[in-house]
């Protein structure tokens, strides 16, 4: 990530934007002319920085592993970029290392001594600890390719030796607990009632979701109910499909999980084949593509002009229907019927 960004403003030609060749030659960086170098930038980088570093259980061991350090002490790393570049383009800056959830912790700041320049960042930075992870390896989180660099499925850790099931439930925790508490910046005296809310529609099966009745479970509004599943879905856990013309914050016509990989790490199992045909060909189109939930149950309206109907096999299917058909056990289309797995390429 921080490689990535780095890219955008290093070694950029004449012809780049102004907003970027600015900031590569740090020109006019305090007249605020440039709209890339927003003191207000730095400091949600720091401040999300400062919710995962105050949260973030290091003691915690897995096989002997306190497996929690590494992205520990790469978010640290972040954070000491992120004042790096503030000293580098304004001089002297508020150092601040507690999460900012409300006013009254910058109203308690004391700015007086905790001011950083060029002449005291650096002793900051280790009084803050940060060479004790100098020698922190990079956290792991599996390979993305096989040796010819191909990618194979969403997870792509199922090419590691260890447990893929293991390491799914890993991931999946990890996105809630950092992608939607850190990000959202979520108390985390709320990650529990997350999880429950996570597993209860994981396992309602493809009905259609009762909000009122989560929120009564949960022992919370319906609008907070409906604020995390947006939250879930915008982690990548779940699809939430809408009828043509609806959206957020409306309750959707259909919770699917965001792939059908997760719908096998979660026990009782309420699904059947036909939702995990439901939920491959959701996940294969909503990247480019708009899905809506159309007709009875089995019917999606894709770029609201497609009507495409999920079938197991092609037999008895109406070959001079409206629909077209996505159909599981079938090797060649013919007609308004398409084999579901060539769906498949447009991940």
Not at 16 to 37: G, K, V
Not at 48 to 57: E, G, S, V
Not at 130 to 153: E, F, M, N, R, V
Request: hydrophobic share 40%; net charge neutral; aromatic share 12%.
């Amino acid at each position: 990530m921080l490689a990535a960004a780095m890219t955008t403003v290093m070694a950029q030609p004449s012809v780049t934007t102004d907003t970027r060749y600015a900031i590569s030659n740090f020109h006019d960086p305090a007249d605020q002319s440039c709209s890339m170098l927003q003191v207000s930038d730095y400091y949600n980088v720091i401040n999300n920085c400062n919710f995962y570093l105050h949260n973030a259980d290091t003691a915690a061991v897995k096989s002997n592993i306190k497996f929690m350090v590494p992205e520990y002490a790469q978010v640290k790393a972040v954070r000491a970029w992120a004042y790096h570049q503030l000293v580098k383009n304004y001089k002297e800056v508020p150092y601040i290392t507690e999460p900012v959830s409300n006013l009254g912790v910058i109203d308690r700041f004391d700015y007086a001594n905790n001011l950083i320049n060029k002449d005291n960042l650096v002793d900051k930075l280790i009084a803050d600890g940060i060479l004790q992870y100098l020698d922190t390896p990079y956290p792991q989180y599996g390979s993305a390719s096989d040796t010819y660099g191909k990618w194979k499925t969403d997870y792509p850790f199922f090419l590691d030796k260890a447990n893929y099931s293991e390491n799914l439930l890993k991931n999946m925790n990890m996105m809630i607990e950092v992608d939607i508490l850190l990000v959202k910046q979520i108390e985390l005296k709320y990650l529990a009632k997350i999880k429950q809310l996570f597993y209860m529609l994981t396992t309602s099966g493809s009905s259609v979701p009762n909000v009122s009745q989560l929120a009564q479970e949960l022992g919370m509004s319906r609008a907070t109910v409906m604020h995390y599943i947006k939250y879930l879905e915008e982690a990548r856990l779940v699809n939430m499909i809408y009828g043509k013309g609806d959206e957020f914050p409306k309750k959707p016509a259909r919770v699917l999980l965001h792939n059908s990989n997760l719908m096998y790490s979660f026990y009782p199992r309420c699904f059947d084949e036909h939702d995990v045909l439901e939920t491959f060909f959701c996940n294969t189109l909503w990247k480019d593509h708009k899905v809506n939930k159309h007709g009875n149950l089995c019917s999606f309206l894709v770029d609201e002009q497609l009507e495409f109907k999920i079938a197991e096999h092609s037999t008895k299917l109406k070959s001079k229907a409206k629909s077209l058909y996505a159909v599981n056990q079938c090797d060649i289309g013919e007609g308004n019927q398409i084999p579901l797995w060539i769906f498949g390429f447009l991940y």
